[in-house]
């Protein structure tokens, strides 16, 4: 594993491999041999999205997660 | 003689005036389901019985004197993750299909059953709705109507081909990335996907809770917008649907496009080297007075905080049926389903900084414009088992790619309509786009659009 830096991009340089075993252990997620070459394209994939939403032009502390939780049910406006 | 292509609000006004009776109508459209499906393999499960009981009861409300509504005796359709009573909801999957049948239908349904249509049936649909082609391993591929040696398009698959088949006047469908707008652009109809938090997504299968919308597709503009408007209101169940009040559309499609700006969208959703794309986009573009350029910055990123978000939380759902029952999944979703569940939470979590501020940049441009023009799919619809995109010069892995241009529109909820224009006997669709909650000045285009000539469905040869 390579190490970590403080923007969440520590992962993108991981090994796939590596990365593929290590969270499916930590899942309890048995990944059959045959279905690893395509898992490992799709970490490619989903690697390549991250560092692209990690290139986005923002300032780091000016955006809020988009996620929203809202207790209680709301009554119609 | 019934024609299967006659618009739905055409025919219920027919039945309403006692012209056609419901009856009628619903045994043609079951007997043209018979004959017909088995060649676009649309629908999954038929609903005849309760089709006819409530054809019955369509004829015997006019009997009685009583008011019908506007959608009476107009048959439509459900892509298999909505609940449809009696029925299993498959999604798409072979592990759902062991499901109780459900023992109330989906709230939509029960709004446009509310309203006088007629369940027909449940409609196939990509695995879990993870699919842009219409390929399905366990329910065979749906088949594009125009060409059935080509993709219907996905993942409402069943609901693109169905209704440009003339085997459903309306039918309803999921997007969480495209799913509406893809098969409306490869199938040559009309699809709308409104709003996130518009309409109310109460007992339908979800995909991915951030991001699912629900809505209907059509082959004429006024269907569409009838169908939008009965299923309006907010419903607690759904803890996205927003407390909005209804706001009906049909009444202002007429008003033309007075006054409203038009831009072409730009940057990322540039259609240089995509021929097809290209023109179909530039006609509607011309047709709508569209001359400047939005530039969409933050387009690009938003779709990969799509892509991600989608990956991640998807697979998060189908965690315990990935360690039970990853062999039952279809090989074409199940790796991505694999893969998103070993995403870092950092990424999922920057993935949704960064929907916030791409939404933040878009509203910036409606400051400014009121619709923006961009190609719903980079082509017409590849040949069922295509698997090579070719792009900008360069070939990607179709699958992925197909929902380029849809991906970032519903990554931030905004309200679009994909309009259909055909390039010889193939279709492609146009996505016409606004600021949250103008699903009416989307419609009021496509409706000018549809009124000029230049956008239509058409049957297919």
Same mark, same amino acid.
């Given at each position: 594993?390579?190490?970590?830096?403080?923007?969440?991009?520590?992962?993108?340089?991981?090994?796939?491999?590596?990365?593929?075993?290590?969270?499916?252990?930590?899942?309890?997620?048995?990944?059959?041999?045959?279905?690893?070459?395509?898992?490992?394209?799709?970490?490619?994939?989903?690697?390549?999205?991250?560092?692209?939403?990690?290139?986005?032009?923002?300032?780091?502390?000016?955006?809020?997660?988009?996620?929203?939780?809202?207790?209680?049910?709301?009554?119609?406006? | 003689?019934?024609?299967?292509?006659? /618009?739905?609000?055409?025919?219920? !006004?027919?039945?309403?005036?006692?012209?056609?009776?419901?009856?009628?109508?619903?045994?043609?459209? @079951?007997?043209?389901?018979? !004959?017909?499906?088995?060649?676009?393999?649309?629908?999954?499960?038929?609903?005849?019985?309760?089709?006819? +009981? +409530?054809?019955? *009861?369509?004829?015997?409300?006019? !009997?009685?004197? *009583?008011?019908?509504?506007?959608?009476?005796?107009?048959?439509?359709?459900?892509?298999?993750?909505?609940?449809?009573?009696?029925?299993?909801?498959?999604?798409?999957?072979?592990?759902?299909?062991?499901?109780?049948?459900?023992?109330?239908?989906?709230?939509?349904?029960?709004?446009?059953?509310?309203?006088?249509?007629?369940?027909?049936?449940?409609?196939?649909?990509?695995?879990?709705?993870?699919?842009?082609?219409?390929?399905?391993?366990?329910?065979?591929?749906?088949?594009?109507?125009?060409?059935?040696? &080509?993709?219907?398009?996905?993942?409402?698959?069943?609901?693109?081909?169905?209704?440009?088949?003339?085997?459903?006047?309306?039918?309803?469908?999921?997007?969480?990335?495209?799913?509406?707008?893809?098969?409306?652009? #490869?199938?040559?109809?009309?699809?709308?996907?409104?709003?996130?938090?518009?309409?109310?997504?109460?007992?339908? #299968?979800?995909?991915?809770?951030? @991001?699912?919308?629900?809505?209907?597709?059509?082959?004429?503009?006024?269907?569409?917008?009838?169908?939008?408007?009965?299923? %309006?209101?907010?419903?607690?169940?759904?803890?996205?649907?927003?407390?909005?009040?209804?706001?009906?559309?049909?009444?202002?499609?007429?008003?033309?496009?007075?006054?409203?700006?038009?831009?072409?969208?730009?940057?990322?959703?540039?259609?240089?080297? @995509?021929?097809?794309?290209?023109?179909?986009?530039?006609?509607?573009?011309?047709?709508?007075?569209?001359?400047?350029?939005?530039?969409? &910055?933050?387009?690009?990123?938003?779709?990969?905080? $799509? #892509?991600?978000?989608?990956?991640?939380?998807?697979?998060?759902?189908?965690?315990?049926?990935?360690?039970?029952?990853?062999?039952?999944?279809?090989?074409?979703?199940?790796?991505?389903?694999?893969?998103?569940?070993?995403?870092?939470?950092? =990424?999922?979590? %920057?993935? %949704?900084?960064?929907?916030? =501020?791409?939404?933040?940049?878009?509203?910036?441009?409606?400051?400014?414009?009121?619709?923006?023009?961009?190609?719903?799919? /980079?082509?017409? $619809?590849?040949?069922?088992?295509?698997?090579?995109?070719?792009?900008?010069?360069?070939?990607?892995?179709?699958?992925?790619?197909?929902?380029?241009?849809?991906?970032?529109?519903?990554?931030?909820?905004?309200?679009?309509?994909?309009?259909?224009? #055909?390039?010889?006997?193939?279709?492609?669709?146009?996505?016409?786009? $606004?600021?949250? =909650?103008?699903?009416?000045?989307?419609?009021?285009?496509?409706?000018?659009?549809?009124?000029?000539?230049?956008?239509?469905? &058409?049957?297919?040869?």
């Amino acid at each position: 594993m390579t190490e970590a830096n403080d923007d969440g991009l520590k992962s993108m340089t991981l090994d796939r491999e590596d990365m593929l075993d290590a969270l499916a252990s930590a899942l309890e997620l048995d990944i059959d041999v045959a279905y690893r070459p395509g898992v490992l394209a799709f970490l490619g994939v989903a690697s390549r999205m991250a560092q692209i939403v990690y290139s986005a032009p923002m300032e780091s502390e000016s955006v809020e997660m988009a996620a929203a939780f809202r207790p209680g049910l709301e009554d119609e406006a | 003689m019934i024609d299967p292509f006659m /618009p739905g609000h055409e025919l219920a !006004s027919h039945i309403r005036l006692g012209e056609v009776s419901a009856m009628e109508a619903t045994r043609a459209a @079951l007997a043209r389901i018979e !004959s017909i499906n088995p060649l676009v393999n649309a629908y999954t499960d038929v609903t005849a019985g309760r089709a006819l +009981a +409530a054809a019955g *009861e369509v004829d015997r409300r006019r !009997s009685a004197g *009583e008011r019908l509504g506007p959608l009476a005796g107009v048959g439509f359709a459900a892509k298999n993750l909505f609940d449809i009573r009696g029925l299993p909801t498959r999604a798409g999957s072979k592990i759902n299909r062991e499901r109780a049948p459900a023992s109330r239908d989906a709230v939509l349904v029960e709004r446009l059953s509310a309203a006088g249509g007629i369940i027909l049936g449940g409609l196939n649909m990509g695995e879990y709705a993870y699919d842009f082609t219409g390929e399905n391993a366990h329910d065979g591929d749906c088949l594009n109507p125009h060409d059935r040696t &080509r993709m219907s398009g996905g993942s409402s698959s069943g609901s693109g081909a169905a209704t440009a088949a003339g085997l459903a006047s309306i039918s309803l469908g999921s997007d969480t990335n495209g799913s509406i707008r893809v098969p409306s652009s #490869f199938c040559g109809i009309f699809g709308l996907k409104p709003t996130y938090g518009r309409l109310p997504r109460t007992r339908s #299968f979800p995909f991915c809770d951030s @991001l699912d919308h629900l809505g209907p597709l059509a082959r004429n503009v006024r269907d569409l917008a009838l169908a939008y408007d009965v299923m %309006q209101g907010h419903d607690p169940a759904d803890v996205a649907c927003a407390p909005r009040r209804i706001e009906h559309v049909a009444p202002s499609l007429q008003e033309g496009l007075g006054g409203l700006r038009v831009a072409i969208a730009g940057g990322y959703f540039e259609t240089s080297g @995509l021929p097809e794309a290209q023109a179909a986009v530039d006609a509607v573009a011309h047709a709508l007075g569209a001359t400047e350029v939005a530039p969409m &910055r933050g387009a690009q990123e938003g779709r990969a905080a $799509a #892509f991600l978000i989608t990956n991640a939380e998807s697979s998060a759902f189908h965690l315990q049926r990935l360690r039970d029952r990853a062999q039952d999944f279809d090989p074409d979703t199940r790796d991505r389903f694999l893969a998103g569940a070993l995403l870092p939470a950092a =990424w999922l979590i %920057q993935a %949704q900084r960064v929907r916030r =501020w791409f939404h933040d940049e878009m509203m910036k441009q409606f400051a400014s414009v009121d619709l923006i023009v961009a190609p719903a799919t /980079p082509c017409v $619809a590849p040949k069922i088992g295509q698997k090579i995109l070719r792009f900008r010069g360069q070939d990607l892995p179709l699958r992925p790619n197909i929902g380029v241009f849809t991906q970032p529109i519903s990554c931030i909820g905004l309200p679009v309509v994909s309009v259909p224009v #055909f390039l010889g006997a193939l279709p492609i669709g146009v996505q016409i786009i $606004a600021a949250p =909650w103008r699903e009416d000045l989307c419609l009021r285009a496509a409706y000018v659009l549809e009124c000029s000539g230049l956008v239509t469905s &058409r049957r297919p040869t």
